[in-house]
């Protein structure tokens, strides 16, 4: 659901979720296992540009 090409995917470290992000200021949140979509952050979420990278902390959060 992106409007332009996903910069980066990172899965979760326990595999359960991915999220990807984009120089369309979004970072999408999916289910790990089905693909399905469960989250997004968009640039109400303080991103005022492209999104190039993202990271998950040890304990699963982004």
């Known amino acids: ?3 332009n090409f996903a ?3 990172r ?3 326990d595999g359960s979720k ?3 992000v ?3 200021k979004k970072g999408i949140l999916y289910d790990g296992k089905t693909g399905e979509k469960i989250g997004e952050l968009s640039s109400e979420d303080s ?3 492209s999104v190039y990278a ?3 902390s040890p ?3 982004a």
Do not use: A, L, T
Request: with cysteine; hydrophobic share 25%.
């Open 18 to 20: 991915f999220i990807s």
């Open 11 to 13: 899965f979760s470290p």
């Open 1 to 3: 659901e992106h409007s």
């Open 54 to 56: 993202v990271s998950w």
């Open 22 to 24: 984009s120089s369309d």
């Open 7 to 9: 910069n980066c995917i």
């Open 47 to 49: 991103h005022k540009g």
């Open 59 to 61: 304990d699963g959060k």
